[in-house]
């Protein structure tokens, strides 16, 4: 039975949907990368200025953090809608560079948006008791790291995860409860993806030093490619030692094989990935690639260094947050479109928030294509943006009515891996 206050969200939504569907256009159509995103932070803003919901700008650069208050006391529900693309050359909406909304993060920012205009338009919120945060969040994917390690040198930030800089930044440090909605891969029907969980992982940048030669002369040389290649061998070679249960991945690229084709390389770089379940599988994984990459440079007589750097945590979600917003998906999607335990086998700093905060990310169908590939975009926009605008809305609603009863429940039985300041030394100490 939908509520009378979720009904009059529902319908207010649905009288926006316009500016909703042309909110998540414009972002689709100008993709920018982590901590650049200015055209959608803008459009943001102005959206929050339409409203006249007031808003901290700018945070972890081009962050932004509205609060719509009830002005009765409970507690603050944060809703989140990641901002940045990816690179993915061919995509049909990339730009000249690349850049394109491969992930969906453009379906998300929407939502959140309509979320919020229907949660202010509709005057639902002053019903509630709490507050209402809206947080448009930059670099939620991990690439561009050139870019970042020049941001963090020049002391614009202190971490490569958005929501890591936005948590030392303080701009979580009165959040009760977060929620977002992220998009679905290969699911073009209108289901709703609950319950789902997402690998923590740490990155490493590998670099290995030989001895320069003319390629006629390799025996005057030590070849530094051939390291990189072993490490990559002796790396593949451990996959046999882990456990499903660890969803231990590793998945290294070669940044850099060498300078000439004339010479024998001297340095060759390699970036990867140690993705796991938990800390024991990352630390797991992160001890066989080591061994594989110092071995490798023994037996070649090459030098190797390892560059850790501090990844996402695994996603926790928050079982009370889910049967609220499963109900509430319900309503909107219709009574058969709940999807259990789908396996989320990437990463986020959602899973960092998530062992701080009750915090949930479900996702939603709408979208055709693999996601991080060039066939994956919006093939059905109502269920997309609206029905997670909807969705977000309502979950709120059913959070912060009678009294936040529900939302007070969520906080009461929420066990954090980390407190706030436990979490921030673990940033600090800058590994898993």
Known sequence: MITVLNQKLYNTIEEQKEQILSIAEEILKNPEVGYFEEKTSALVRKTFDDLEITYEYPLAITGVKAILDTKKEGPNICIIGEMDSLICKGHPFCDEEGKAHACGHHAQVAAMLGAAIGLKKSDVYKELCGKITFMAVPAE???????????????KIEYFGGKQQLFYEGAFCDVDIVMMIHAQTEAPEGKFYSRTSN?????????????????????????????????????????????????????????????????????????????????????????????????????????????????FLPLKESNEINDVMDEVAKEVLGDDCLVWNVPAVGSSDIGDVSCVIPTVQPSIGGFSGKIHSKDFFVTDADVAYIGAAKILAGTVSDLLANNAEKAKTVIENFTPLFTRDEYLAYLKQGKI
Not at 142 to 155: H, M, P, Q, V
Not at 275 to 303: C, H, L, P, W
Request: proline share 2%; aromatic share 6%.
């Open 141 to 155: 994917e991990f690439i561009d790291l050139s870019s970042r390690k020049e941001l963090k040198a020049r002391g």
């Open 199 to 311: 690998l923590g992982f740490m990155a490493k940048t590998i670099t290995f030093r030989g001895k320069a030669a003319h390629g006629s002369r390799p025996d005057e040389g030590v070849n530094a490619l051939n390291a990189a290649a072993l490490a990559i061998l002796g790396i593949h070679s451990n996959r046999d030692t882990f456990t499903e249960e660890e969803h231990i991945r590793i998945h290294p690229i070669i940044t850099k094989g060498g300078d000439v084709v004339n010479s024998v390389p001297d340095e060759v770089c390699i970036e990867t990935y140690v993705r796991g379940a938990t800390f024991d599988a990352i630390r797991k994984g992160s001890d066989a690639v080591n061994r594989a990459v110092y071995g490798a440079a023994q037996m070649i007589g090459a030098e190797a260094t390892i560059e850790d750097m501090l990844g």
